[in-house]
Each structure stands twice: as C-alpha cells, then as structure tokens.
C-alpha cells in the first residue's frame, strides 16, 4: 500500500535464529519495496554497532521513518532519529489488565517511547485509549490490512451442508489467549445437541498436545483438525470449505482473522473485547457474552438458524466496502501529510 505512493525501504531486525539462512538479507518485493534483513542482539555489542550504523545509514537517506508495533522500538534506542516519526502500534500487551512479567516490562518499556514520534497510530480504538494516557500526541485510529477474497467462490452458508457436518473454523495461535479449548468444547456441546459439528483450527502454539488431548477426552478425536501454521492463501481456502467462523478470544486490538473470515462470506461467532466488536455486524456474527463451550454453542445455534442471517455474498460485500485498502490508504497520506508538517513548525 505504502509503495504505491511512496519508496520503501524495510528494515527487518530479528535474531540470528528467526532470519532464513537460504533468505537473502537484501532483497525486493513483487512490488518493489527494498527489505533489508538485519542480526539484532541488544545483548552482543557488535550486533548493536552494526544495527545503529544500519539505521544511521537508512536516516540520512530517507523523509520519513515509520515504526511498525512495539518490538521495532527497540532498535530506535540506538538513535535520535532526525527526520518525522510516525509509529503503528497493534501490540494486544497494552490493553491487558493483568499482563504476564515479560508483557509488564515490555509495556513500561514502549509507554516511554509513545511521547517520542510525531505521529501516533493504533490499529483499534480499544488499543488508542490504552495509549492516550502515554502519549503527548492525538492517536489516529487506522485499521489493519485485511485479504480479501473474491466474489468467487464463497463459503457454503450452514443450511446447504444437507445433514453432512457443520465445519466450523478458527485462525489464531494455539494459546489460552485465542481460546482454542473453548471451540472445542463448543463442538462437544453442539453435538450433545444433536448437531454434528467439526473444528479446523489453524495456527500453531503451546495448547497443541492438550488440543489432541481433549479432543480424546470428549470423543471428538475424528471431529478436530489441526493443519498448523499455513501459508496465506491456504487459510483462504480453508475459510471457503467451511460454513461458520469461531474464535472465543480474549481481546483483539484489531482482529485480522474475524475481517478475513467475513471476506470470505462466513458468519462469526466471536468473544471478548476490541476492535471486532465494532465491525462485526449482527446480521453476520454473535458475541457470546461468556467464553464457555455451552455459550458458545447457544451463540452458534442462534446464528445459523436466524432467517434473517446474510448470504455469503452479502457478508462478503460487507466486507469489501468496510475494508477497502483505498480508505487505509488515504489515513496514511493524510498521517505523512501531518508529520511532514509538524517538521515545518
């Protein structure tokens, strides 16, 4: 989006474990974009030297520097930058009441850095008032990319399956978080409902083995299906095979998964609080007011028996129009627009 209005150059710092060794360190996109991949250990003080002269380098040459979530932040702690800051920020750490130690820290960290940039931006409401407080700036509110899919070839609504399964779905990591053990136990309660309910669940993480596990646990070992982490137009096929999209989070600060799976015309079933709560239209989604399985399976019934539910064509017209990259785009301009400016004053 940003390069078809402007020359980006991309500076990925990650550890010497996350970088593919077969990756090249320098290399352009489809589209263009310069990305450089960078070695960052904060604790090896050659890794530092070599991330500050990168940076330093970059500055000189660039109009505007735009940071992308909490963890870009701490390369920044090398410099003073000498061009307009803008800074993204999506990190869900920010809206937690009772964050982990590591999230703790990482957030009393990055609260200091939000008075630095000369533009702020949050991808969710939720997330832009958890930082007000720590900002000395006015906080833009500019959603996430979403894929889109097509017009073509749409998820089945639930009443086509014609008695076989009702083959839900949820994207997210394997963590408590994203509440996989939740849909799980919402199948179970499904099916003692006499509704022959299955689970896809993509994505990876730690509650792999006690997915296995309850899966066993309940009799639903035929019913679970665990691809793991896939690419990208893989989900997009796993979306369109089938009929209802479920995901009991915690929080979002924006929700990618529930807009991804609406591009594909399925009906939602969500929890928590965030940004989806604001999108998610009644036509096309359930909130289950608890994160339990029988809550979620009442959520589920009500959904997929409302006559008045959208087709898949219409939950995917929804979302064309509500996550149209033009509009993104333009917030974008008008945010380099206001730095750009606020280096004139």
Known sequence: MLQSAHDVTVL???????????????????SGILVKRIEFNPFRAASVRRARRALVRELNNSDVLH???MHSLLPLLLVRP????IHTEHWSGLMQTK????????????VRFLLRPDVLVAVGHDLAAAMKDHARVQIRVIPNHVSLGSSDGLAEPPEARNGSPLRMIGVGNLIAHKGPLLALDAVKELRVRGIAAELTWVGKGPLE????????ELELANCLHLPGQVEPNLVSNLLRRSHLFILPT????????????????LPVVATGYGEHLDFLPPEASRIAPQRTGSVLAEAVISLISDSRRWSPAEISSYA??????????????????????????
């Open 209 to 216: 083995s006690a997915m296995v596990e309850r899966s066993k």
């Open 67 to 69: 940071s992308m979530a």
């Open 82 to 85: 000498n061009v307009p800051w």
């Open 12 to 30: 990925h710092f990650a550890k010497s474990g996350d970088l593919d060794s077969e990756e090249p360190r320098c290399s352009r996109t489809d």
């Open 250 to 265: 915690h929080s979002e600060t924006f929700g990618v998964a529930f807009a991804e799976a609406l591009g594909q015309g």
């Open 320 to 345: 064309q129009s509500r996550f149209a990259e033009q509009g993104r785009r333009d917030q974008y301009a008008s945010a380099y627009s206001e730095a750009l400016c606020k280096e004139c004053e």
């Open 99 to 110: 964050p982990a130690l590591k999230k703790r820290i990482g957030r009393s960290l990055l």
